[in-house]
């Protein structure tokens, strides 16, 4: 029931809807949803450059090379929390799943701890690790 709920929301709006509080909240939100969109559509393009602070295409390009391969439908985001570590970083938690183009998950679900960094071209993804989904965003 929750995940129907939260999956009517998440059609109704962008992936999270930015509904005001702390800078890296409303900023953190903008750029996770840009990477979820840019990433549904497999463009390493747009994730080098307006979601990355640096990055590594080639690396990109391959993983979404392999997830078609795969038959990659969509990622799927069920949560994403946020929290400053300083002025001009942050870090992002993000809960998701991957689903086939055919319906049903490619993995378990999957969570992925983002580093965040302001920019003079804005709030960007500087760092990005895979973790268990059970992890709790902490910047302490």
């Known amino acids: 029931m929750k995940r129907l709920m939260l999956a009517a929301v998440l ?9 005001g509080g702390t800078e890296i909240e409303v900023m953190g ?7 979820i ?5 497999a463009d390493s393009d747009a994730m080098m450059k307006d979601i990355y602070a640096n990055g590594d295409l ?3 390009k391959t993983t979404f090379f392999d997830l078609n391969a ?23 938690l993000l809960r998701f799943t991957r689903l086939y183009t055919f ?3 490619m993995n378990d679900d999957e969570a992925k701890v983002f580093d965040l ?4 071209a804005g709030w ?6 895979d973790v268990p989904y059970s992890t709790v965003l902490s910047c302490f």
């Not at 059609?11 to 509904?19: I, N, S």
């Not at 969109?37 to 559509?41: D, I, K, L, M, T």
Request: charged share 20%; proline share 2%; hydrophobic share 45%.
């Open 11 to 19: 059609l109704a709006a962008p992936a999270f809807a930015q509904t």
């Open 29 to 35: 939100r903008g750029l996770i949803n840009r990477w």
């Open 37 to 41: 969109a840019a990433y549904n559509r």
């Open 58 to 60: 080639a690396r990109l």
């Open 70 to 92: 795969e038959s990659f439908g969509k990622l799927d985001a069920y949560s994403a929390a946020f929290c400053s570590t300083s002025a001009t970083n942050g870090k992002a």
């Open 103 to 105: 319906g049903g998950k």
């Open 117 to 120: 960094v302001r920019t003079g």
């Open 124 to 129: 960007r993804i500087a760092a990005e690790v």
